[in-house]
Each structure stands twice: as structure tokens, then as C-alpha cells.
T-cell receptor
Framework: DAEITQSPRHKITETGRQVTLACHQT?????MFWYRQDLGHGLRLIHY???????NKGEVSDGYSVSRSNTEDLPLTLESAASSQTSVYFC????????????FGPGTRLTVL | QKEVEQNSGPLSVPEGAIASLNCTYS??????FFWYRQYSGKSPELIMF????GDKEDGRFTAQLNKASQYVSLLIRDSQPSDSATYLC???????????FGGGTRVLVKP
């Protein structure tokens, strides 16, 4: 069955370290998205991609970067982790020719100390 | 003003009753509308989507869309304790495939 996975599921890191969160989908979807979810803010879009070599900034992109070298993966990198980036991160994907329905991965809980 | 607004709740309903959730959006050009359910500690999962004005029913769930008034609602009939979750409204902007999410409404169904 097609699915979307994220790793690691939990991560504790220190301020200033570089961190990469992985997202892998087997739906063969062109569109992939990264969100963060915090109490009081709901889901906020960090970066998104509509295909290989395409990346775009979302509403809260500062301090984050993504790259899309193939259809299946969209890793999210925190260049220099900050305590304000402690959050739950969700990856999602959707079919460009479909209904725009986004399917979510299980999430990664990141703690920056 | 937030682009997609929901009452944060909690919305407390007795088991077997109808839960009514509302969502308003600001972009008049929005084309498609989604309801997701999120259990505590889990990821959002799609309940249903709606594109056209009117009602759309799927089992115990009914989505209602009124583009003129810029609101979309979700009715949960015969509410069960397993329906206790946070319900997220999401709206597709007029251009692109991005979704904008509301803050979610927490629903508590009491036996």
C-alpha cells in the first residue's frame, strides 16, 4: 500500500545544530508540503514543492530549507536549530491532477534545548 | 484577520447528539474545502471535501458549503465517544494546490 513516512519520529537536539527531518512518500505524488503545528497556531506551512527541483517558501520559512531531488522525498533542514523551532512537524503530499486532498505523514516531534 | 477561522472549543456534545462545527474563510476565490480529523498525538486524516454549494453527506458526516457567506460547516450525526478529536477546516486558495488550515475545533463527546 502507498504511504507517507517520516523519520525520526522523535528528535531532541541542541540550539545551533543542523537537523534534517526526512519525508518519504510512495504515492507518486508531485506535490509535497511541510507544516509545523503548535498550540494556538494550528498547522502552518513551512515549504512546499510541486515537483522535482521545485521548492517554494510558505508562511513560516525562516530558518528552514528543503530540496527535491526525486519525486518520493522532501527532506526538511533546520540550518541552525533554535528553541522557537520546538514543534511537531508534519509532511503531506497530494496528487497534482487530483482533488488537492493532502495526505499526512505520522509527524516528527522535535525538541530544541 | 486569520484566513480560515474556527471556534477552538471545546464543543461538548452528549453521545447520540448532533455536533455542529463551523468554519469561515476570507478568500472569496477559494475553490475547495476540506475537513480533517486529528486525534491527540496523531496526524490529520481526511473526513471529506466539498467543492459546490450545498450539502454533501458521507455516512454520519455532512459538509455544508455556502460560498456567498464564505462559510463551511460539518455536522456529525449520532455522535460517538470515538468522534472526540480536533476537527480542522482547510481551504484551497484560488491559485495553486496549497491548503490554509484553521486552528481547529476540539470536540468532546460525553457518554
Amino acid at each position: 500500500d502507498a504511504e507517507i513516512t517520516q523519520s525520526p519520529r522523535h528528535k531532541i537536539t541542541e540550539t545551533g545544530r543542523q537537523v534534517t527531518l526526512a519525508c518519504h512518500q510512495t504515492w507518486n505524488h508531485n506535490n509535497m508540503f511541510w507544516y509545523r503545528q503548535d498550540l494556538g497556531h494550528g498547522l502552518r506551512l513551512i515549504h512546499y514543492s510541486y515537483g522535482v527541483q521545485d521548492t517554494n517558501k510558505g508562511e513560516v520559512s525562516d530558518g528552514y530549507s528543503v530540496s527535491r531531488s526525486n519525486t518520493e522525498d522532501l527532506p526538511l533542514t533546520l540550518e541552525s536549530a533554535a528553541s522557537s523551532q520546538t514543534s511537531v512537524y508534519f509532511c503531506a503530499s497530494s496528487d497534482a491532477s487530483g482533488t488537492d486532498t493532502q495526505y499526512f505523514g505520522p509527524g516528527t516531534r522535535l525538541t530544541v534545548l | 484577520q486569520k484566513e480560515v477561522e474556527q471556534n477552538s472549543g471545546p464543543l461538548s456534545v452528549p453521545e447520540g447528539a448532533i455536533a455542529s462545527l463551523n468554519c469561515t474563510y476570507s478568500d472569496r476565490g477559494s475553490q475547495s474545502f476540506f475537513w480533517y480529523r486529528q486525534y491527540s498525538g496523531k496526524s490529520p486524516e481526511l473526513i471529506m471535501f466539498i467543492y459546490s454549494n450545498g450539502d454533501k453527506e458521507d455516512g454520519r458526516f455532512t459538509a455544508q458549503l455556502n460560498k456567498a457567506s464564505q462559510y463551511v460547516s460539518l455536522l456529525i450525526r449520532d455522535s460517538q465517544p470515538s468522534d472526540s478529536a480536533t476537527y480542522l477546516c482547510a481551504v484551497n486558495a484560488a491559485a495553486g494546490n496549497k491548503l490554509t488550515f484553521g486552528g481547529g475545533t476540539r470536540v468532546l463527546v460525553k457518554p
